[in-house]
């Protein structure tokens, strides 16, 4: 089974604060995925990335960045944590030209004070 | 822009009945994937339908997709407390992007 794993599974901040949250995939998948979860909302989609180095923005990019310098590592960026960043945080993996389903870390409570 | 809408929302149910939970898309795809998520815990998948017509089931579950539609039922039969969770359905087009989901209880 391929493994996602995600840095923290809890983090406290303070507001400003430049915050990374790190994914690593284990079975050289292209596509990686970053998600935020908040209650019925469902999950919406960050940002995700088909390559390395090659990003591209979903739904609510604002406040965030992203980097992908390996295959197997995709990192979420708050350039300066806000409240309203506080969320739960999920990474996915899946391989795109095999139509095959995207794989969760076990996510990452992100609280900003 | 791709929207993805799930209903209901919430649903509580007793154990032995029916129900079926609907996913419906805004634009073209064939490929739909369904996960469960139980609380505190991340996405689980489900099943993963990659054509029109396409049905799968695992015991309670069956989920089928009509891409014509652009309509995914997940039907549960015979509900038990167990499948009490977040179910999820997920389109493929580029990215993945989710519906709200659907809170299941399921109540002796």
């Known amino acids: 089974d391929v493994k996602v794993t995600q840095s923290s599974r809890y983090l406290v901040k303070r507001t400003g604060e430049k915050v990374f949250l790190e994914c690593v995939q284990d079975?050289?998948?292209?596509?990686m995925f970053w998600y935020r979860q908040d209650p019925g909302l469902g999950l919406r989609l960050i940002y995700f990335?088909?390559?390395?180095?090659?990003?591209e923005k979903g739904d609510i990019p604002e406040g965030y960045s992203v980097s992908r310098e390996k295959k197997e590592r995709f990192s979420l960026i708050l350039e300066s944590a806000s409240t309203n960043q506080t969320s739960m945080y999920l990474c996915?993996?899946?391989?795109?030209?095999?139509?095959?389903?995207?794989?969760f870390g076990q996510g990452t409570r992100l609280t900003v004070v | 822009e791709l929207k993805v809408e799930q209903n209901p929302l919430f649903l509580s149910m007793q154990e032995g009945k029916n129900y079926t939970i609907y996913c419906n898309y805004s634009?073209?795809?064939?490929?739909l994937y369904w996960y469960r998520q139980d609380p505190g815990k991340s996405l689980e998948s489900l099943f993963v339908?990659?054509?029109?017509?396409a049905v799968k089931q695992e015991g309670r579950l069956m989920a089928s997709l009509d891409t014509k539609a652009r309509l995914s039922t997940l039907h549960i039969t015979a509900a038990v407390h167990d499948l009490s969770a977040t179910y999820f359905c997920?389109?493929?087009?580029?990215?993945?992007?989710f519906g709200a989901g659907t809170r299941l209880t399921v109540k002796p």
């Open positions: 996915a993996a899946g391989r795109g030209a095999l139509n095959t389903e995207a794989f």
């Open positions: 079975m050289d998948h292209e596509n």
């Open positions: 990335s088909y390559d390395v180095k090659m990003k």
């Open positions: 634009t073209t795809s064939d490929r």
């Open positions: 339908l990659l054509s029109n017509g």
């Open positions: 997920a389109v493929d087009v580029n990215d993945m992007r």
